[in-house]
């Protein structure tokens, strides 16, 4: 058997992709990796596909043992994680691992971020739903039979083609740009008759602290409260993740990748693609601003984001 | 504008098995061929991979229908790179990616604009939903009743005689925001929402009718429950709502909601 269990789960341990945008019509959202730039890196460090299925950590990291040799990578939130087996000694995050079969690895507390992510050579192996391997806890479906992992699970791990895995020097060039930054570019909307420009004005102003009523469908931020025009309603309309809503107390919520498809609070700016990564690793207390930006640099700073993730796997030396 | 005509289809049960309890009666036609009015609407980014195109404020039979053409126009059109459109009263938001679609507003507009993609008439299903009123599965019965003074029986009645549209599916998988509660039985939310609420559990708040598809906490009052799993993921039809679909309720006693529920069991 090609597996890997799960001895302790950490807090909220999924399988997680890259998502599939495709069933909005059905009220089905994107879902994935709330961090996909962390997933897409340890996913390329390992020369697997960008959407292998890999396991999502939620603040506490989990204890995994491999039944069988395989290559692993940890990528996301700073950890420490520690190789127990034919040798014992903490694992470096970002870059590539050998493990043997009944070695166990154990992934602490997060201290840095939100999320880290633990992709394994091939990927985890979970069935396809709705084209795609991520888990949606709220419907139940996807991933591992559609909820969180528990102590006693046992995963199976794609073969994963003989190519070797890569040292990648620089791979955690990423983290900074998940892990630190705390200004989120964001693209206002029109404010019509929902906002006035002096609550706009407050909203790009304030700074908000991260509360704990947040997860992967939302994050909760408190702060100054941003008066609305429309009490806090309007009729239901389509969300995306990044848009950020200001209900009737004034508290913005940034919808997260197991976004709501529709709602009904009114939205006034909403986060740029390129900072979408970062909302999968904000944890409760971090404090965070927005800061306005037009559509054409928004799609100027994607691309130069796509362009570093492509020439990354030029800088590579492959590990023993 | 709108034609109903009802075909009982009694073969349905054995011709279409995984439909079975989803698609009892057929169907439900809207005709568009008559003239519709030219749409007006205003189309304006949605953060930098979303367009929101809105065809006015007004909720409104016609307005849901012009979102509803524009959004099978926009699925049918199926644009590279486009990857899904999230209708809703009186918008469509298009999601994308931004650096695979050159000129997004462009391609909408031209969508949109031309007679060509309009439908001339669209096929819908009445579906029809078995809910069973019994007091174990309607613990709000009483109080809705009370609040429109009516008797639980003549709730029931009502709730189970109007005919209802699927304004569209949205804020979680198969959840369908229907339009057409009778106005006598609007009722307000519970003073403090559950912490669960059973899937399949058919509810009221406010002007709005509906059925959670799974379970989640929530404040509608429970007049009822559905034996149907509403969406499920691995189904070749997941949703078993979707927008523009009619839907009545029809109660079925305790006995007839277990054996539909043994049904979807075993072929689960």
Not at chain 1, 93 to 105: E, K, L, Q, T
Not at chain 2, 4 to 27: Q, S
Not at chain 2, 133 to 159: G, I
Not at chain 2, 182 to 192: D, F, G, I, K, N
Request: glycine content about 10%; some cysteine.
């Amino acid at each position: 058997m090609h597996s890997i269990s799960i001895l302790e789960p950490g807090m909220l341990t999924t399988v997680q992709s890259l998502g599939s945008p495709l069933f909005a019509e059905m009220g089905v959202p994107e879902g994935g990796a709330a961090d996909r730039l962390s997933l897409i890196v340890g996913n390329r460090v390992l020369g697997n596909w960008d959407h292998a299925p890999a396991l999502e950590f939620t603040l506490i990291g989990a204890t995994v043992r491999f039944d069988s040799p395989s290559t692993i990578a940890i990528t996301g939130g700073e950890a420490h994680i520690q190789l127990e087996g034919a040798s014992t000694r903490p694992l470096q995050s970002w870059n590539p691992h050998r493990v043997g079969a009944g070695d166990i690895v154990r992934i602490g507390p997060i201290t840095r971020g939100c999320r880290a992510y633990l992709c394994v050579a091939g990927g985890i192996a979970v069935p396809e739903t709705l084209f795609g391997a991520s888990t949606n806890l709220r419907a139940g479906f996807g991933g591992h039979h559609g909820r969180a992992l528990r102590a006693g699970d046992t995963l199976e791990m794609n073969r994963a083609e003989p190519r070797p895995a890569i040292r990648v020097m620089d791979a955690d060039r990423f983290a900074p740009h998940v892990l630190d930054r705390r200004t989120l570019r964001a693209i206002e909307l029109p404010l019509a008759n929902r906002f006035d420009p002096d609550g706009a004005d407050r909203f790009w102003r304030t700074e908000f602290a991260v509360s704990n009523q947040s997860d992967r469908a939302g994050i909760r931020l408190e702060g100054e409260a941003i008066p609305t025009l429309c009490a806090g309603r309007m009729l239901s309309e389509g969300m995306t993740p990044g848009a950020i809503q200001i209900p009737e107390n004034g508290q913005p919520i940034i919808l997260g990748v197991d976004h709501p498809t529709t709602g009904g609070y009114p939205v006034l700016a909403c986060v740029a693609s390129v900072d979408l990564p970062i909302l999968g690793q904000l944890r409760p207390r971090d404090k965070v601003r927005f800061e306005p930006v037009s559509v054409s640099d928004a799609h100027r700073l994607l691309r130069a984001q796509r362009q570093r993730l492509r020439q990354f796997p030029r800088q590579q030396v492959p590990i023993r | 504008m709108l034609e109903e005509v009802y075909h009982d289809l009694p073969g349905a049960v054995k011709t279409l098995p995984f439909r079975l309890h989803m698609r009892p009666k057929r169907l439900q036609r809207i005709d568009y061929s008559a003239p519709m009015p030219a749409p007006a609407y205003e189309i304006s980014w949605f953060g930098d991979r979303c367009l929101r195109i809105c065809f006015g404020n007004q909720n409104t039979a016609e307005t849901r229908a012009l979102v509803f053409s524009a959004f099978q126009m926009i699925d049918k059109a199926d644009v590279e790179g486009c990857f899904s459109a999230t209708p809703a009263y009186t918008t469509l938001h298009v999601r994308f990616d931004p650096l695979a679609v050159r000129e997004p507003e462009r391609i909408i507009r031209s969508i949109l604009d031309s007679p060509y993609t309009r439908p001339s008439r669209c096929e819908f299903h009445l579906i029809e939903i078995p809910v069973c009123y019994e007091t174990e599965f309607a613990p709000d019965l009483a109080s809705v009743a009370a609040h429109a003074s009516l008797s639980p029986a003549e709730v029931v009645r009502l709730h189970s005689s109007a005919a209802y549209e699927v304004a569209f599916v949205g804020f979680t998988p198969g959840f369908g925001y229907l339009t057409g509660l009778p106005a006598q039985l609007a009722a307000p939310r519970l003073p403090s929402p559950r912490t669960r609420v059973p899937p399949g559990s058919v509810g009221i708040a406010g002007d709005q009718t509906g059925i959670y598809p799974s379970a989640t906490p929530g404040g509608w009052r429970l007049i009822g429950r559905t034996p149907l799993r509403m969406f499920d993921a691995n189904r070749a039809e997941p949703s078993v709502l979707s927008i523009g679909n009619g839907v009545r309720f029809r109660p079925i006693g305790r006995a007839e909601f277990e054996s539909i529920q043994r049904t979807i069991e075993g072929r689960a």
